[in-house]
T-cell receptor, first 113, second 109 residues
């Protein structure tokens, strides 16, 4: 069982659609992450929020728009995606104090038609 | 040079074998180190944090060598269920984690 919950598990969308990915954790973690992972590659960092503020944006295209409405929720809004954006999107969280590991959700598998 | 380097494998070992993976990192100021396991089409799962004094969890032993800037993972008595990709992850003391490319392990019956 994962303590970071992501929905939906799978998403198929056209290039003109708008959709959102959701991530929720109730561990009191104040740092939350979005990663993109392609097959046989490690996760690639997209965004980091700390204390509900965007602290890292790894030069992600504007068709991906993150949002952190509160300390438990993280969204990723998608618009006008390209076929190369098809991937596994992972959310993670961690405590902000000490040398803490990240805890991952089980991901959303996204396919762009 | 990549910030975190791992041998991609695959390492094919028989059941019951002992196998070891190494991971090197370039940033000498790195503060925390982790091994994650990732099964095909699943999320990474924390296997163990790596401490300076070395640490063990059942059949798994992790070591850190700060002088040579590498960490290692030893798996004893390999099981079929150990087949996975093992990711070395390094935190340089910021919110950003640096991932190795992963090492694929196949345990053969």
């Amino acid at each position: 069982d994962t303590e970071v919950t992501q929905t939906p598990k799978h998403l198929v969308m056209g290039m003109t659609n708008k959709k959102s990915l959701k991530c929720e954790q109730h561990m009191g973690h104040r740092a939350m992450y979005w990663y993109k992972q392609k097959a046989k590659k490690p996760p690639e960092l997209m965004f980091v929020y700390s204390y509900e503020k965007l602290s890292i944006n790894e030069s992600v295209p504007s068709r991906f728009s993150p949002e952190c409405p509160n300390s438990s929720l993280l969204n990723l809004h998608l618009h006008a995606l390209q076929p190369e954006d098809s991937a596994l999107y992972l959310c993670a969280s961690r405590r902000t104090t000490g040398d803490q590991p990240q805890h991952f959700g089980d991901g959303t598998r996204l396919s762009i038609l | 040079r990549k910030e975190v380097e791992q041998d991609p494998g695959p390492f094919n070992v028989p059941e019951g074998a002992t196998v070891a993976f190494n991971c090197t990192y370039s940033n000498s100021a790195s503060q925390s180190f982790f091994w994650y396991r990732q099964d095909c089409r699943k999320e990474p799962k924390l296997l163990m944090s790596v401490y300076s004094s070395g640490n063990e969890d059942g059949r798994f032993t992790a070591q850190l060598n700060r002088a040579s800037q590498y960490i290692s993972l030893l798996i004893r008595d390999s099981k079929l269920s150990d087949s996975a990709t093992y990711l070395c992850v390094v935190n340089p003391g910021t919110y950003k984690y640096i991932f190795g490319t992963g090492t694929r392990l196949k345990v053969l019956a």
